[in-house]
């Protein structure tokens, strides 16, 4: 998805539905459960769902009844989660259920097959009700017609009384073409992670990127008896697949202005913006910070940094938490969480200057759609009513703690989950880390202002490209201009491939401007 500056503020979601008189609950109870589990053929036509009570709690006995057929679910990439699916399902409902897994890579090859604007291709391609995906495939789904946008019934009903910061991150990752298209299981964000007693006290203090510089390139008293044979001082995940994330996540204060939607893409011309200032800053500091990395920086994920700060082998790390399989042994140490460093200056790509932010713009800018999982409503469904209240049912705060907690590729989705966050870290011992995980999280998404990872068609290309092009900076095989102006003319001939007109109509739909 382009770069894009998202308005936050956004309303909170009501919990409860209305009461009603006894008689009438049970009556539209009894016709609800003919309509889904009567034989009738539903209509996809989501104006024909946008009906009956709107949002709200779900009762699993009254919208859910025993039905012949099995709900058919496939998750993308996410074992734990699968298994949890599939175990919270059958012990709380009569209803079967088949839970299968699927690679991205084959997703993103059945989706390649897809004839855009031909119903006929898109049936057949992945038979199912539900599809759990990342957020950054919203958009290769959406234009290739694989999913459903969210009836008004099925989406957690708003209230002018207030917004929490969870609800705005969640509806803004299931928009596309400013419509809803999925129901939400929680997105981890990019975090720094560190032992406190091995940086002075200043780094707790530390809002921008060169001040976050500065501390890890000192040396600090009283850490001596750290190896440093056996410790590293920074680590980063640089590996393939993450190390254009990381670009992404480390240019968003510098590339954020708060006058322009997009700063990956010229709006209309669709050209790259990659290899603009913003862009080479974060790539010249992430290989300036490589060099207090491991030998094998090129080879850091996420959660390899997480483990590697967990078990004191790094002093400091870019990452969120995972668990992992000593994760709640004695061979940890503890470690503190703040939020990602920003910048005092943005980039403004029409004037091309460097500019001052004012009081009022934040420093720290978040970004949207790094990981996680959304759960859409396939196209190829029978039972389009049922499939939506399955994820009701998933995404439920009754369902949710124990559906998603756990599984690195998401975080805590709603501010009731704080007090078992240690989940997503180890053990019960936890509990004060997991409360600051989640104060992180809510922080992150309090301002008005954020951006995203690419979601455009596509996406998997681009940033292949632009993994390319950081990793080749971080070996010294090119400058960071020179990599990515070659990462900029890999985008452009994506682009050309695809189509200019199909990928600016994308482009347009993902910053809800078409």
């Given at each position: 998805?382009p770069t894009?500056a998202?308005?936050?503020?956004?309303?909170?979601?009501?919990?409860?539905?209305?009461?009603?008189?006894?008689?009438r609950?049970?009556?539209?109870?009894?016709?609800?459960?003919?309509?889904?589990f009567?034989?009738?053929?539903?209509?996809?036509?989501?104006?024909?769902?946008?009906?009956?009570?709107?949002?709200?709690?779900?009762?699993?006995?009254?919208?859910l009844?025993s039905?012949n057929e099995?709900?058919?679910?496939?998750?993308?990439?996410?074992?734990?989660?699968?298994?949890?699916?599939?175990?919270?399902?059958?012990?709380?409902?009569?209803?079967?259920i088949?839970?299968?897994?699927?690679?991205?890579t084959e997703l993103?090859?059945?989706?390649?097959?897809?004839?855009?604007?031909?119903?006929?291709?898109v049936?057949?391609?992945?038979?199912g009700?539900?599809?759990?995906f990342?957020?950054?495939?919203?958009?290769?789904?959406?234009?290739?017609?694989?999913?459903r946008?969210?009836?008004q019934?099925?989406?957690?009903?708003k209230?002018?009384?207030?917004?929490t910061?969870?609800?705005q991150?969640?509806?803004?990752?299931?928009?596309?073409?400013?419509?809803?298209?999925?129901?939400?299981?929680?997105?981890?964000q990019?975090?720094?992670?560190?032992h406190?007693?091995?940086?002075d006290?200043?780094?707790?203090?530390?809002?921008?990127?060169?001040?976050v510089?500065?501390?890890?390139?000192?040396?600090?008293?009283?850490?001596?008896?750290?190896?440093?044979?056996?410790?590293?001082?920074?680590?980063?995940p640089?590996?393939e697949?993450?190390?254009?994330r990381l670009l992404v996540?480390?240019?968003?204060?510098?590339?954020?202005?708060?006058?322009?939607?997009?700063?990956?893409?010229?709006?209309?011309?669709?050209?790259p913006?990659?290899?603009?200032p913003?862009?080479?800053?974060a790539?010249?500091?992430?290989?300036?910070?490589?060099?207090?990395g491991?030998?094998?920086?090129?080879?850091i994920?996420?959660?390899?940094?997480?483990?590697?700060?967990?078990?004191?082998?790094?002093?400091?790390?870019?990452?969120?938490?995972h668990?992992f399989?000593?994760?709640?042994n004695?061979?940890?140490?503890?470690?503190?969480?703040?939020?990602?460093?920003?910048?005092?200056?943005m980039?403004?790509?029409?004037?091309?200057?460097?500019?001052d932010?004012?009081?009022?713009?934040s420093?720290?800018?978040?970004?949207?759609?790094?990981?996680?999982?959304?759960?859409?409503?396939?196209t190829?469904t029978?039972?389009?009513?049922?499939?939506?209240?399955c994820?009701?049912?998933?995404?439920?705060?009754?369902w949710?703690?124990?559906?998603?907690?756990?599984?690195s590729?998401?975080?805590?989705?709603?501010?009731?989950?704080?007090?078992?966050?240690?989940?997503?870290?180890?053990?019960?011992?936890?509990?004060?880390?997991?409360r600051k995980?989640?104060?992180?999280?809510?922080?992150?998404?309090?301002?008005?202002?954020?951006l995203?990872?690419?979601r455009?068609?596509?996406q998997?290309?681009y940033?292949?490209a632009?993994?390319?092009?950081?990793?080749?900076?971080?070996?010294?095989d090119?400058?960071?201009?020179?990599?990515?102006?070659?990462?900029?003319q890999q985008?452009?001939?994506?682009?050309?491939?695809?189509?200019?007109?199909?990928?600016?109509?994308?482009?347009?739909?993902?910053?809800?401007l078409?």
């Amino acid at each position: 998805m382009p770069t894009l500056a998202v308005n936050l503020d956004m309303n909170f979601w009501l919990a409860a539905k209305c009461r009603r008189q006894s008689y009438r609950r049970w009556w539209c109870v009894a016709c609800f459960l003919l309509f889904l589990f009567g034989g009738c053929e539903p209509s996809t036509n989501n104006d024909d769902l946008d009906n009956g009570d709107r949002g709200g709690s779900i009762s699993q006995d009254a919208d859910l009844p025993s039905g012949n057929e099995a709900i058919r679910v496939w998750v993308v990439d996410d074992e734990l989660l699968a298994t949890n699916i599939q175990r919270e399902w059958q012990g709380r409902t009569s209803v079967a259920i088949e839970v299968k897994q699927i690679a991205e890579t084959e997703l993103l090859e059945k989706l390649a097959s897809t004839v855009i604007g031909d119903p006929e291709s898109v049936q057949g391609t992945i038979e199912g009700d539900v599809l759990i995906f990342p957020p950054r495939l919203m958009g290769a789904l959406a234009v290739a017609g694989w999913i459903r946008q969210a009836p008004q019934w099925a989406q957690p009903r708003k209230t002018d009384a207030g917004h929490t910061p969870f609800a705005q991150l969640t509806e803004r990752e299931v928009q596309w073409a400013d419509h809803s298209m999925a129901l939400h299981f929680g997105s981890p964000q990019f975090l720094f992670a560190y032992h406190p007693d091995r940086f002075d006290k200043s780094l707790a203090d530390a809002s921008t990127w060169g001040q976050v510089q500065s501390t890890i390139g000192r040396s600090v008293e009283g850490v001596e008896s750290v190896d440093r044979e056996q410790s590293v001082r920074f680590v980063q995940p640089l590996a393939e697949g993450w190390a254009g994330r990381l670009l992404v996540a480390r240019a968003a204060a510098y590339a954020l202005h708060r006058d322009h939607y997009s700063a990956m893409f010229k709006t209309q011309s669709m050209d790259p913006l990659g290899q603009t200032p913003p862009f080479v800053r974060a790539l010249e500091e992430i290989v300036a910070d490589a060099k207090f990395g491991p030998a094998n920086a090129t080879d850091i994920t996420p959660a390899a940094a997480w483990q590697m700060v967990r078990t004191g082998k790094a002093d400091s790390a870019i990452t969120w938490p995972h668990m992992f399989a000593n994760a709640s042994n004695s061979g940890t140490v503890a470690v503190d969480l703040m939020r990602l460093p920003g910048s005092s200056q943005m980039y403004d790509p029409v004037d091309q200057q460097w500019e001052d932010r004012q009081n009022d713009d934040s420093k720290q800018v978040p970004v949207l759609a790094t990981e996680g999982r959304v759960g859409s409503v396939l196209t190829s469904t029978k039972d389009v009513r049922g499939a939506w209240n399955c994820l009701r049912l998933l995404t439920d705060p009754q369902w949710i703690n124990d559906v998603s907690a756990g599984s690195s590729n998401l975080a805590p989705v709603n501010s009731g989950q704080v007090d078992i966050a240690y989940r997503w870290i180890g053990s019960e011992s936890e509990r004060s880390l997991g409360r600051k995980y989640v104060q992180l999280l809510q922080q992150n998404l309090a301002r008005g202002t954020a951006l995203s990872q690419l979601r455009l068609p596509g996406q998997d290309e681009y940033m292949m490209a632009l993994d390319h092009a950081v990793r080749a900076a971080v070996r010294g095989d090119a400058s960071p201009q020179q990599a990515l102006d070659h990462a900029a003319q890999q985008w452009r001939a994506i682009t050309n491939r695809r189509g200019i007109d199909v990928q600016h109509s994308a482009n347009l739909h993902d910053l809800n401007l078409q």
